[in-house]
């Protein structure tokens, strides 16, 4: 078996510890050649689509690759930003925000990364960008706040995949949800205030959350509940009553039935019944991509208005926000318990080195 190649070990090297933050990921462009070959490494994760290999691949390559990569390009083409895709230019924006955070708390001690389970920076991208820096130590923060199979679990995948790979594998720790942390919801409650000190209380708050089959959840997939808990811990910080929210899934795929409500129904069953004011928040997505600005904002808010609402808003997600940026730099400050007293100084990386030197080491 080879190993990936990494640059010689230098023991006189000051070691860092390396925090890797990850999204799922988004083609590089709103076409439908950009979108075929990012469709076929997102379709063919078997976290993704659980499924059996051989029928699944039958149906990709002969019927969803001949199809969706064209209807989702003109999806993408309705979002799509100046600078980029939402996702990448949102989560370049955060990985800037937190690196300038940490770095005013622990300085050099910790170095930062961004990467996309599927897509360009890849994971291994970004490990290998932090081993470059001098990371001896590997924190994984997949940006998902409920934890799924689908995407925390298929995060870590890719990294056990990488680290497979390397002859010397770092120390880490991985963050696999935070859906019930106090700043997580904090920071969602004060979002949403916001929100409403501008624009007004609605009628009701819609909080959607993305779907997932519900064999899922019968086979143990831990998201639903954590939607839920997010959902309630949210709505008691906001001190709304039950018959002020409404809890639904939206971005269903197949003809499977997936977690409900959906979201879609809920909306026009909302309009139908009476509601004419609704705002909808996503406290699933970390940063706004197509799933809120596409699903929610433009077809969501289509659904509602076409059903005879009259005033629909979206709340965008929690993206670069100060408030969202602190939190995960407190998240990150607290899994790194432990290993930032392990730093050495300098003067024990000379002594070190020196040692090393003295029984043969080049570095």
Same mark, same amino acid.
């Given at each position: 078996? /080879? ?54 691949? #039958? ?24 600078? /980029? ?18 770095? /005013? ?23 290998? +960008? ?27 995948? *890719?990294?056990? +995949? ?63 509940? $954590? ?27 197949? *003809? ?13 069953? #909302?309009? $139908? /019944? ?42 965008? +997600? ?28 300098? @003067? @024990? ?15």
């Amino acid at each position: 078996m /080879g190993y990936t190649n990494q640059a010689d070990f230098d023991h006189g090297r000051l070691l860092k510890t390396g925090v890797l933050i990850t999204n799922l990921g988004t083609p590089e462009a709103p076409t439908a050649k950009a979108l075929r070959p990012w469709l076929r490494e997102f379709l063919s994760d078997p976290r993704v689509v659980e499924i059996p290999r051989l029928p699944w691949w #039958l149906i990709l390559n002969g019927i969803v690759l001949l199809t969706r990569p064209a209807r989702s390009a003109k999806a993408y083409r309705s979002i799509w930003m100046e600078q /980029g895709s939402p996702l990448a230019v949102h989560t370049r924006h955060q990985f800037e925000a937190l690196q300038r955070q940490l770095h /005013g708390r622990h300085g050099e001690q910790v170095a930062l990364q961004y990467a996309f389970r599927h897509g360009r920076p890849s994971i291994t991208q970004g490990i290998q +960008a932090l081993v470059d820096a001098g990371a001896g130590r590997l924190l994984l923060l997949p940006l998902y706040p409920q934890y799924s199979a689908s995407t925390g679990g298929s995060s870590f995948d *890719a990294l056990a +995949a990488d680290l497979r790979k390397r002859r010397h594998v770092p120390d880490v720790r991985v963050i696999t949800h935070y859906h019930d942390h106090p700043g997580y919801i904090e920071s969602l409650a004060e979002s949403i205030r916001s929100h409403q000190r501008q624009h007004g209380v609605p009628e009701k708050l819609v909080m959607s959350f993305h779907g997932l089959p519900r064999r899922n959840l019968e086979q143990g997939d831990p998201y639903y509940c $954590e939607c839920r808990k997010t959902a309630r811990l949210l709505a008691e910080h906001l001190g709304l009553q039950p018959d002020q929210y409404v809890v639904a899934f939206q971005s269903r795929f197949g *003809a499977a039935q997936w977690l409900q409500p959906y979201t879609s129904t809920t909306l026009r069953e #909302l309009a $139908e /019944g009476g509601s004419r004011f609704v705002q909808v928040v996503c406290p699933g997505f970390s940063v706004d991509c197509l799933e809120t600005l596409e699903e929610i904002a433009i077809a969501g808010r289509r659904q509602f208005l076409d059903a005879g609402g009259e005033v629909f808003q979206y709340i965008p +997600a929690l993206n670069a926000a100060d408030a969202h940026i602190s939190f995960l730099a407190d998240l990150v400050t607290e899994n790194l318990q432990g290993w930032l007293q392990q730093q050495q100084q300098p @003067e @024990e990386q000379a002594t070190r080195q020196q040692r090393a030197r003295d029984q043969g080491a080049r570095r």
